[in-house]
C-alpha cells in the first residue's frame, strides 16, 4: 500500500488577508445598526408584539455590551498589558 501524497515543506504560503477583510468594526457597526432599526420599526409599528421589541433591545444591548469589551480589550492590548488578548491593534 502507498503513502499518500503530502505536500512539499516548500509549497507557496498561504497570503494574509487584506486589513480591510479582517477589520471587526464594520461587522460590528453592522450588526448593531440592524438592531437599531429592527427596535425602531418594531416599537414604531408593533409588529410581533412586546415580546419581539425585548428580543430587539436585547440584541442591541448585547451588542454594545460586547463592542465595549472589544475596546478594552483592544485597549489593554495596544497598552502592552499581560492579560490582554493579542491581534487586536
Known sequence: MSEPTR???????IPELPKALRAPEP???VGMAAW?????IVG????????????CLVGLIV???G?????V???AS???DRTAQRGLD
Open 78 to 80: 495596544r497598552r502592552g
Open 63 to 65: 451588542g454594545l455590551l
Open 36 to 40: 437599531l432599526v429592527a427596535s425602531i
Open 44 to 55: 414604531v409599528t408593533g409588529w410581533g408584539g412586546s415580546r419581539t421589541l425585548w428580543v
Open 67 to 71: 463592542t465595549t469589551i472589544f475596546l
Open 7 to 13: 505536500p512539499e515543506a516548500s509549497a507557496a504560503p
Open 73 to 75: 480589550q483592544r485597549a
Open 27 to 29: 461587522v460590528i457597526v
